[in-house]
């Protein structure tokens, strides 16, 4: 069974940066598309960016320009550097890996417990 623990999450002020990490662990990590999702109160799950095997990134157009994911294959490890932090980032924060076949629909992987984020104005 795929399991993922993130890290990193915190309290900070507007404008301050933040790095969350997820540890991925069972799975080969080269067949799987990794993400970062949020969840805000009162608010549907959400991607905030996604990595594929290859490297091919997609963004979601609130944190484009702010926020960098990447991966490292070596520790099974994937990253979410944000920075210029604002208010409405405060969320969640999910790891999920899935299939690259599988990559439309993150529901049919696996989901990490999620790292509470609080930007504070």
């Known amino acids: 069974q795929v399991q993922l623990v993130e890290s990193g999450g915190g309290l900070v002020q507007a404008g301050e940066s933040l790095t969350l990490s997820c540890a991925a662990s069972?799975?080969?990590?080269?067949?799987?598309?990794m993400g970062w999702y949020r969840q805000a109160p009162g608010k549907e799950r959400e991607l905030v960016a996604r990595?594929?095997?290859?490297?091919?990134?997609d963004y979601a157009d609130a944190v484009r320009g702010r926020f960098t994911i990447s991966r490292d294959h070596a520790r099974n490890m994937i990253y979410l550097q944000m920075n210029s932090l604002k208010p409405d980032d405060t969320a969640i924060y999910y790891c999920?890996?899935?299939?690259?076949?599988?990559?439309?629909?993150?529901?049919?992987?696996?989901w990490g417990q999620g790292t509470q984020v609080t930007v504070s104005s």
């Open positions: 999920n890996a899935v299939r690259t076949a599988a990559a439309h629909d993150p529901n049919l992987g696996s």
């Open positions: 990595i594929t095997s290859g490297g091919s990134l």
């Open positions: 069972n799975l080969k990590f080269s067949l799987y598309v």
